[in-house]
């Protein structure tokens, strides 16, 4: 028995009793704020390397807590989406971005929307699909399917596979467009590219990084531009951060880029100013 009590407290060892309680109080803040709509979102531009011009936003949400100020989407997401709170705070970032956009296009600004979405969302577990959720907030904002496009990562085709394809079917039929995003960071074959609706290829901001410095990232990029030519996808680089890097990817042939270089993810007022001041990059 004593040994069994002593395993027992080693299994709850003090550091992980801490690391319990720190994870049940997230969980529980995070509930709360998922009632209270702490969040806000930040959007970052995508700019056309043709033209230099801002083509798109993509929606960032951020936890403003009131205690412990704001929170990255890298520390809650995960809780979130184990919590099965991803499906109704993924509905109030589908509003919240929805409406902004349309407040743009009615201000003039014809931008296109990007949103992220994870694979909890899209399997759903609810009365209502992500499908008819994401169509009627189309309706209901009075936006044209072609405005948004939805970032899924690799995983997402691996897990669960027949149900989320299925959803990325109808989506995809709705004229919203499936961007596979961290391109380069899953473990999967590349034969889903081609057998998933999928439309454009992000380039995980971790192979942009070393572009310049090491000659086998430099390599693998070449690689990942000559195959989405060879598929005839558009390409976006994410994580520019230096003009090099910008004319290093422009050069080889990528379409579109993102990342500080340009700009950072930008709260509603400032992206407009971004936007009214902005020349073609
Ligand atoms: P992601 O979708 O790959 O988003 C790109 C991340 O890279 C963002 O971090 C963005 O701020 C950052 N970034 C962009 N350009 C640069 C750059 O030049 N340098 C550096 N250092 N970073 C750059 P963020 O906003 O912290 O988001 C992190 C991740 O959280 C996202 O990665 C995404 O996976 C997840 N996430 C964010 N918003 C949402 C959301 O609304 N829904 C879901 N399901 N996930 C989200
Ligand atoms: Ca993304
Ligand atoms: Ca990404
Ligand atoms: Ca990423």
Redesign the pocket.
């Known amino acids: 028995a004593k040994r069994d009590g002593r395993a027992h407290y080693q299994y709850f060892s003090p550091e992980m009793n801490v690391e319990m309680l720190e994870r049940m109080h997230l969980e529980q803040r995070l509930r709360k704020a998922v009632k209270q709509s702490e969040f806000y ?2 959007y ?1 531009p995508v700019i056309d390397m043709h033209s230099g011009e801002v083509t798109s936003v ?5 936890w403003q807590d009131p205690d412990y100020g704001v929170i ?3 520390a809650f ?1 995960p809780i ?2 184990e919590a099965g709170l ?1 499906e109704p ?2 509905e109030w ?1 589908l509003q919240q ?1 929805l409406s902004d956009l349309a407040q743009w296009h009615a201000q003039g600004l014809m931008l296109k929307m990007a ?4 694979a909890r ?1 899209c399997i759903h577990s609810r009365d209502i699909s992500f499908f008819d959720i994401l169509k009627q907030t189309l309706a209901k904002h009075d936006i044209a399917a072609e405005n948004l496009h939805i ?1 899924i ?1 690799e995983s997402m085709l691996i897990e669960d596979k027949p149900q989320c394809l299925q959803t990325l079917e109808s989506i995809k039929q709705l004229g919203v467009d499936i961007y596979l ?2 391109f380069g960071t899953g473990y999967s074959a590349l034969s889903y590219l081609t057998q998933c609706p999928i439309s454009v290829i ?1 380039i ?2 971790s192979f ?1 990084d070393n572009a310049l410095d090491n000659p086998s990232d430099a390599k693998l990029i070449k690689a990942i531009v000559m195959m989405a030519q060879s598929l005839e996808m558009p390409l976006v680089a ?4 230096t003009v090099e890097q910008w004319h290093f990817l422009r050069n080889l042939g990528c379409d579109y880029a ?4 340009m700009s ?2 930008l709260a509603k007022a400032e992206l407009v100013e971004f936007l009214r001041h902005a020349k073609p990059f």
């Not at 949103?115 to 994870?118: D, Q, R, W």
Request: aromatic share 2%.
């Open positions: 979102l930040e970052q993509e929606a960032l949400v951020r990255s989407p890298q997401i979130a989406e991803i705070l993924g970032i971005a949103i992220n979405v994870s969302q970032e990562t995003d961290d992000k995980d901001k942009i994410e994580g520019v951060e993102q990342g500080y270089l950072k993810p």
